[in-house]
């Protein structure tokens, strides 16, 4: 079986981790990362974006804010807008304004949410022309409506998933991925919700909840390494896939879209 066309990007950008990284947020209780190691699977996963055909801009470290790595959730990025968001952790607000300057060289008419909305990009699931929008413990109903307005003012359609109920996940795409045409990687705690009727879905086994966070890059999809049923899965509908260690960044609530603005 062939795979579905991709959605072609040219472009990504991407922040190494600082060297205090470990200072970052995190839910999890899975030790603390290891820098080094942590940058050696950064560097792979650069490599991977290359390989998929992008040019990848590279932003400098920012021990500013230690989460700072996790460029997704500062913009959510389109083929006909940009929205710099306001991220719902308060030691993350500023992360934004060191990364506007970067969206408005390619995007000069960047919009932007503004209080009381807050809204992490983890929490958007861009599926064609339509958007998955989360509600979650990081993206409030403001936030989620505001950018639903400026989605709409693009001629692109939305629907709000609430996450606030499900465990074990931060953002709506921790367990939730677009893989093109109608088909979607959920996790289970996702997979009987109204929202994603009318889709074709891949339901990841338990125990490897965290793959779920996989991301299609033109012809390929980038998966986290150590899944072996999620990846055999994606390569029988025919699906190249790209396995990447992402241990150390699991430990910091990160997933492999977290680790680039892809457009």
């Not at 590279?58 to 996790?70: G, K, M, N, Q």
């Not at 998933?161 to 499900?166: H, N, T």
């Not at 190249?240 to 699991?250: G, H, N, P, S």
Request: some cysteine.
């Amino acid at each position: 079986m062939n795979s579905p066309q991709p959605q072609l990007f040219r472009r990504a950008i991407v922040r190494a981790p600082s060297a205090n990284f470990a200072e970052g947020l995190t839910t999890v209780d899975f030790g603390a990362p290891d820098y080094d190691r942590a940058l050696e699977q950064h560097a792979a996963y650069c490599v991977a974006l290359e390989q998929c055909g992008l040019d990848v801009l590279h932003l400098e470290p920012d021990a500013r804010y230690p989460d700072a790595t996790f460029v997704e959730d500062a913009a959510v990025l389109t083929e006909r807008c940009a929205v710099i968001t306001r991220p719902g952790a308060p030691s993350r607000l500023e992360e934004v304004d060191a990364l506007r300057p970067v969206i408005a060289e390619f995007y000069p008419e960047a919009r932007s949410i503004v209080a009381p909305g807050t809204l992490d990009g983890g929490d958007i699931c861009e599926a064609g022309s339509h958007f998955f929008i989360g509600l979650s413990e990081r993206t409030n109903e403001a936030g989620a409506q505001e950018l639903a307005r400026l989605l709409t003012a693009c001629d692109y359609t939305w629907s709000f998933v609430d996450i606030r109920g499900v465990s074990g996940i931060l953002h709506l795409k921790s367990g939730l991925a677009w893989l093109g045409e109608q088909r979607l990687v959920v996790i289970e705690a996702l997979r009987d919700l109204d929202d994603f009727k009318g889709h074709d879905l891949v339901s990841v086994a338990r125990g490897e909840e965290y793959a779920a966070n996989c991301v299609r890059v033109n012809d390929r999809v980038l998966i986290a390494a150590g899944y072996p049923i999620l990846e055999c899965m994606l390569r029988e509908q025919g699906y190249k896939t790209i396995a990447l260690d992402m241990t150390e960044f699991q430990k910091m609530d990160g997933g492999l879209s977290c680790l680039s603005l892809r457009f």
